[in-house]
Structure formats: structure tokens, C-alpha cells
């Protein structure tokens, strides 16, 4: 590009350093990552490349290769980093043999495989890939110095010519691709939870910022980068490693990144929440991951399957939203408005995917339904018969109710609406789908094609009240409108559809909350009884249809699993609204009452504890903490409200109240490196700073370091999240089940 007067123009270095960044971010913490094993150092290393160009580049001009360019510099300094770890660690090496020998005298001495005093032999002991500490590091090919002149535009470095592409280096490390998929692998590890999972992807391989990926899924930047920072301390102190999985694991591992990928397309796609139906920037992140994902398995059916899917639904993107933003069916969408080239790019993907021979995955039956969708040129042509069976075949694969949700829509338009409503009657108890908006949506719309009006208006105000996001609750709420419409004229009388029946269920709910006789805690209890009686049969229902079999399913679905407690309070709540309202019947009639019992939690066994004893990288903090609890049998409340001037070293106890809190060995083996020669304040301690809206009392706030006391949410959210493998059921252990037995 030339100016006016034709001087060839400079790239704006603020723009370039952006560009490259979201371009080669991922390759280069990926390499970083090999050489030093820790990712949130290897995100500082690049981050710190990244300031260099900031720096530089506005005064020696953007490099012909910027992408090597910051790979280089990254590279220098996580050599220097290197060097510095190899000769503090020689230099604490004799305190460090030292230190065994007095375990070894003591006849103690625990094997610790992540000790960080262990002495190493030179920089290659974390990756035999890396450089040569000793050896000089020079810039790869085509790459600019960290400094001197020479470095803007119109300077050719070796290597480099009008064929290499920007921001990649010509002569790439072979390793570059599977350095970057070991980062895909690492960033979607199933120890992290999803929501984690998806900020620390965007964050590492899509290269943007804790604020951008919070607007995208509508939370605080902060939200975000403590969801990053997490993951990373996850990952830490699971020690999870810097490579690809091995065969036995790799099909379950690449499913997650695959799920991964797939949540933050749907999301984009489809938001949960805000205005907007369509976030586009997330959608065309994902496909790109997924583009990235089949590039770098080409092997994998599933990942061309994912970016075939992918590929042909972001092709719809601008034929799914009318001119107000109001989403548009996928048999009303104007197929002209189709992107023809991705939808050749999800035929490709289609193809390569099944050149492999294997048995079609999920993704790949999904891709499927997405290529009979696009090869029909209305319409009408849509071999619903096929997608029908398709769906058939997936269910088999994936039974979640979504998925069988999508089979009924698809066996109504293959069948007819009856047969499509009896599928969808089937899911109405799976308390999975209670909050679900598209169950009534869907259910709306085959009542409707049965010409059933009035049931239909109320399935669209209930999925209009269950929707967060504002678009879709605005085109619900037409949709109702509509048929309340063709009801009045339906009915020979014409005009707006009649207000709301003061009969009907929300109107009667809304007057019982607002009765004078009710205190708040009463009005909050009954609220959340009507609020699900509301979503699930709808506002509009008259109170005359509110029958023992329609509160049954209700309280089955929403409350079957709860405790009896909770089942007779709800109980109670409709019992009290129907009196009040003066229905004849009373719809609680076949809500028989529960016994309560008391709650049981069992300990856990011996192979258990001995699980979770032998559990890598759990921090000092936990291992005293869930040591104390299991040796001492006291309540958690009462352990973590230890002080430390309560504690009796010698004795093994410390004064809580009037009680005695007591320990035995193992306690006493790890409490004095716990307690780091503190004297005083809690004994347990959060990891963080207390901010200005949380600041704890004096008594819970460590007077030295102003730490505060481990709240026991945060002490149970931590146990189980690491024993989440540990637990058949994948939620975890709670902290009470280390109580021994009695």
C-alpha cells in the first residue's frame, strides 16, 4: 500500500502488534509452554515479548516477520529465566541435601517428586527440546533482533521474501503444530470446569483479552481473568503435563476440546443472554479453532466432522435474524442469503472426514443433518425422512435430552406434528429440561401446526418467560401474540387479543404474594413455589386447569430428587395458594407428604482416603486441612475456625469453645511447615487479598500478611473440584465425608 504522493506506507505498529498477536499468540505460548512446563509463566514470557514490540516497533518500524520476531525475543527470555532457576537451584543444592539428610537421620523422609530444591541438570532437565543454555541464542531465520537498527520496513532478512506469509516464520520449528495442539489438549483438560475450560482457549489460543472474552459471554473482565487464573492454579497443582495424550486416553481428551470448541460457537450462535440473538465474534473464534483443531488432526474424523458442522451453520449467519434482530426459522430463512463458500468448506470437511472409514461420531452425524439441511434448495425439498433417521442414529450415541428434543422437531416435520408432540411429551418430566426454553418453544409450535391455538400461545409465554436472551423473548411473545389473535378471530370476534384472565394462574400468584398478612421470608418461600408452577404451565393457565396431574408433573420434575423437607415446604406453599384462591379441587391431592430423615453422609472408605492421600500436587494448606478433619472428627466449621494461639503443638490438640480439637501423627508431621513461624491468627488462610466490598472482621484477617480466614464455601468448593475424578459421580466429595467413623 502507497501514500498519495507514492512513498510506500508504514503499517501502524499498535494495529500490527495486535494483528500478529491474535495471530501467533498461540504458537508462541505454545512453545514457551514446552520449554518451561508452566503455562501461566510461558503467558508472561509472551506477554512480555509482546510489550518489547511496543516498544520498539513504533520507533524501528514493524519487521518483515513480526510473528518470528516476537517468537524469538519470548525465546531469549525464557532461556534467561532458565538459566536464572539452573543457578539458584545449584546454589540451594547442598542446603537442600542437607535438609534430607536430617529427614533421612530422623527415619523420615517423604518422597516428593515435584520438590522444587531437587537439583537438575541444566535447562534441558524441563524439555529435552530446548535450547542450550550455554549455547548463544540466535534469532530464527527471518526474525528481528530484540534490539539494534535495521528492523523496519523495507529491510529483507534472511530467509524472508515476498512469498513468506506475515507472521510466520519460513523456516518453522516442525514441532510448532504439535506444540500448539498440546496447548489445545492442556487449555480444555476435563480437571478444569467448562466455564474455565472455555475463558483460558479463548484467552491462549484465540489471543484475546479477560475483557473481551467477558463481553462476549456478558460477565466482568474480572469474572473472567479470575476464571483464567484458576485454571491455571488448576493445572499447576495438578501437575497436569505439557503433552498429547496418549492413545487409551486420546479419544475422551479430544472430546472435550471438541466440546469446548462447540460451547463457544453455540454461544455465538445462539446467545443464553443479552439483547443480541447473534454474537459474531465468538462464532467465527470457534470455527477457527475448529479450522486450527482438523488442520492439526487431520487423522480425526471427529475434528473434520466439528469443522464441517461448523462451517455450514455459520453460513446461515446472516440469513437467521430479521431487519429488527428477531430470529428467523431455519424453513423461513431466505437460502439465497447462504454463504456458498462455506458451505463448500463444510462439504470438504464432510468428505475428509468420511475418506477416513471409521463409524460416524456425534459431530460427524450432527455435520451430516447440516449437509441435508444445506444440499435442499427450499425448503420443501428437505429430506426430513433422512435428518429424522440421522437423528435416530445419534440419540443412540448421545441420549441427552437436547439431542432427543432436536429428534422430535425433526420426526414432526417427517411424520407429522402428532407424532413429533408425543416425543416431545416424553421429555416434559426430565427435570434436566425445566428451565429449557426451546421444550415450550418446540411444543408451541407442533400445537400450533395441530391448530391447537390457545395450548400453543401458552407454550410460547412460557419459553417467552424461561429465555434470557432478549431477542428470542421478544419473537416469542409475537408468536403468542399471533395465535392469540387467530383465537379472537377464530372465535367471530375480531380486535386485540382480551387482557389477561384475573382468573388466571400469574395474575392470582401476583395478588397472593402482594397480601399484607405474609412476611418476607413467607412471600420469599411461596414465591419460589408459584414461580415454578408459572414457568412451567404459564401465566395465562386458568386457575381451573390447575389440576392434581398438572402439579404432580411439576413438582416430579422440579422437586422429585429434593429432600423431604424441601418437597413438603413447596407442599405446603401450593396447599396454602389453593385455599386461598378457592379452588374446589385442591390441585395438591396427589402430593402426598414425606417422611423427613435425617441426613446421612457416609465416610469414606479406606481405598478412598487412601486415593486421596496419594493425590499429586495437592497444596500444604488442603493436605492439613482435610488431615485434621478426617484425625480430629470435628465439624468443618469448627476446624477451619481455628487460631493458631489456640493450637497445643505438643499435646496435639487446641481449645475451640468449651471442646477439645485433637489430631495425631500425620497432623502433627505437617502443621509446622503449614504454620511458617506464624503466632497467630487464623490457621487457615485464603490465597488472596480480601477486596475493599469483602473486607472480614479483625478476628478472621491474618495481622502479618492481612490474609483472611478460608471461608467454608471456598474450603468445600476446593475439595470438591480436586476430587472430582476421585468420585464415580464426577461432582466431587464434600468435606464431611472425612469424618471417620464412629
Known sequence: MTTDDGVPSTPDPARAVDAVWKLESARIIAGLARMTRDIGLAEELAQDALVSALEQWPRSGVPDNPGAWLMAVAKRRAVDHLRREQRAARGQELLAHDQREQLRTAQFEPHDPYDETDPYDGVNAYDDTAPDPHDDLRPAPGAAPETGPGTGPGRTHPGTGPGTHPGTAPDTDPRDDDNVLRLMFLSC????PTEERVALTLRLLGGLTAEEIGRAFLVTGTVTARRIADAKRTLAERRV???LPQDDELAARLSSVLEVIYLIFNEGYSATTGDDLLRPGLTLE????????AALAPDEPEAHGLAALLEIQESRSAARTGPTGEPVPLHEQQRGRWDPLLIRRGFASMLRARDLGRTPGPYVLQAAIAVTHAQARTAGDTDWAGIA???????????????????????????GPEAGLALVDELDADPRLKDYHLLPGVRGDLLSRLGR?????????RAASLTRNTAERAFLLRRADALAAAVSWTAAHPGPPAPPDPRALGRAAEEFLARDDLDPATVRSYHQTLRRLRLALGDRLPLTE?????AERVFTTAWGDASPATWNRHRSALRSFAAWAGLDDDPAASLTRRTPTAP???????AGLDALWALPGVPPREQVLWRLLHESG???????????EQLDLDDRRARSGDTWVSWRAGTALLLPTHLKGRTRGPLFLTGRRPGPARRAAGADLDPVTGLARLSYERAEHLFKRTTGPLDPTGTGWTLSRLRPRR
Open 600 to 606: 446421612r453422609t457416609p465416610p469414606l472408605d479406606p
Open 634 to 644: 470435628a465439624p468443618v466449621k469448627r476446624v477451619l475456625a481455628l487460631d493458631v
Open 453 to 461: 391455538h390457545t395450548e400453543a400461545r401458552r407454550e410460547f409465554e
Open 389 to 415: 433417521a440421522l437423528y435416530e442414529a445419534l440419540v443412540r450415541l448421545l441420549p441427552t435430552p437436547v439431542v432427543r428434543l432436536n429428534r422430535a422437531v425433526a420426526v414432526g416435520f417427517a411424520r
Open 286 to 293: 470457534a470455527l477457527r479453532l475448529a479450522r486450527l483443531l
Open 546 to 550: 390447575l389440576t392434581a396431574e398438572r
Open 189 to 192: 483438560h476435563p480437571v478444569l
Open 241 to 243: 503435563p505439557f503433552e
